[in-house]
């Protein structure tokens, strides 16, 4: 099965976090302000102890195969600590199982069309986060692809550009020759990127020579390795203040800080292995008059067989 490059920049969050707790553990100082920030991000959902489709809990703790849900917001820091975020623009799904220091990722079109869960209506997948917050989106995307979603973990896409400004900019290759809000990028060409040229840069799909979604996708990715670089590099640890006010008010996830300990303890290096695939599928426009991503049901089921697979 041919998989597809795919980008997003929630992973690099993810990665993120887990290289900020990695700081806190090399210089003990920081340890009570990451933890605290952990702790402020934390956001159970409630009455919700694991997924339906599993028979038994799974721990990170003893390092047991993990599903995570990811999600990208346009909110505001507020909106977003109260669970009301609107809409998902960017969902992902992570596979992790750190036996085979193996991960899998699938990313799913906003506009995929699917059953909300626990509303019975069927509308585009991005719909559910704003009609239910993470719990009707981990349902609805556990319905979608019929595999179980253990921890979710959602960001702020307006941030992005906090994140960036923070560790000092990060620098590209782009992918394509394009302009946007007078930002010029030329392919092959390195531009360093404050935030708002990084967000300006991720986001750009209509825009002549930017090349749709798939060239939107590789432009998250290249950002996903400029600002995983930057963060790894010495010069972030005396940024770290910055970089943890950052990620306070722009990312909540039910994952504890315990739990995101043990995730760079033993889960790290999957990162370093990982099958990236996207639904395949085509648009078509409905009897309600809206346009909607229509997955290839064939070519999901093996996708899904997949990232099961990576569960076991």
Known sequence: MKKRKIGCFLPAVLLSLLVIIGIAGYAGYAYFKVKGTADAIHEPIKGRSKSDLRNEDVSI????????????????????ATGDAGRS??????????????????????????EMAGKGTYEKIAHAYAYGGPDMAVKSVEKLMNVPV????????????????AVGGIDVKSNATFTVKNYSFVEGETAHLDGDAALAFIRSRKEDGAGGDFGRQQRQQLVIQGLAKKVLSVGSVTKLDSILGTVKGNVVTDITFDELTGLRNGYAATLDHVDKYQLQGNGQILDDGLWYFMPDDAYKQQVTELYMDNLK
Do not use: W
Request: zero cysteines.
């Open 61 to 80: 703790k003893q390092q047991d195969a993990i599903s995570v849900a990811l999600f990208g917001v346009d909110s505001n820091k507020d909106r977003l």
């Open 150 to 165: 253990d921890y979710y973990a959602t960001v702020n896409m307006d941030g992005m550009h906090e994140m960036v400004d």
């Open 89 to 114: 623009d960017s969902i992902v799904l992570l596979s992790i199982n750190p036996d085979t220091k193996k991960a899998v990722m699938v990313s799913i079109p906003r506009d995929t069309y699917s």
